[in-house]
């Protein structure tokens, strides 16, 4: 993979053919495609549109292609935009790749974008990592790993109470609550 920090193409023509191509790979979802533009791409403005449309095509095979980058690619802002991508995401073998820049990349940004993916994701697996970052130089990776740590604390209470609660019993009450709605009478003006 060939990362570079080149902001633009300086032909501009053939960014903005690709960015078109782009748009109809879109529509086929291609991942394949936009993993390869993300991995070969020198230009950082079609980059980032490939991260962010691996996002929203959500395919497994885009975690490790997004994981490289983050760990590899001189610009923050992509690093920073994976992290983003991989959280939206939602898939948990992006964990690894998200505790790894959590806790060792040198931008606070991408530090607290990887805490913050982490958190949305919302697995146990992270955890140990994100108490090790709440202890971080950054006031943003430490404020993103708590909030990340609450919801990991929110998720395991609210399985406690789903597992408490006996479903036949919450339709019932649900059941009873509409019968005596039902009996009243909405008031005229």
């Known amino acids: 993979m060939r990362y ?10 053939r960014a903005f053919k690709l960015l078109d191509q782009m748009e109809g790979e879109y529509e086929k979802k291609n991942a394949e495609f936009f993993n390869k ?7 950082l403005v079609v980059r980032v549109h490939a991260v962010t449309i691996l996002s929203e095509i959500g395919d497994e095979s885009s975690i490790p292609v997004l994981g490289d980058a983050m760990k590899h690619d001189p610009s923050s802002l992509i690093r920073h935009e994976c992290a983003f991508s991989l959280g939206q995401m939602g898939l948990k073998t992006a964990i690894p790749y998200l505790i790894d820049a959590a806790l060792n990349d040198p931008s606070e940004i991408v530090r607290h974008e990887s805490a913050a993916a982490l958190g949305a994701i ?11 970052a709440s202890q971080d130089s950054s006031e943003e990776v430490r404020g993103s790993a708590i909030a990340s740590l609450f919801n990991l604390d929110f998720l395991k209470y609210s399985s406690k109470l789903k597992r ?15 019968s005596k709605a039902g009996q009243k009478k909405m008031p005229h003006p």
């Not at 570079?4 to 193409?9: F, H, V």
């Not at 006996?166 to 059941?175: F, G, K, M, W």
């Open 4 to 13: 570079t920090e080149t902001i633009e193409d300086k032909n501009r023509e």
């Open 164 to 178: 408490e609660i006996d479903p036949e019993t919450l339709v019932s009450t649900i059941e009873e609550k509409k």
């Open 37 to 43: 533009v993300l991995s070969e791409e020198p230009a």
């Open 122 to 132: 919302g697995d146990e697996k992270a955890r140990e990592a994100l108490i090790e």
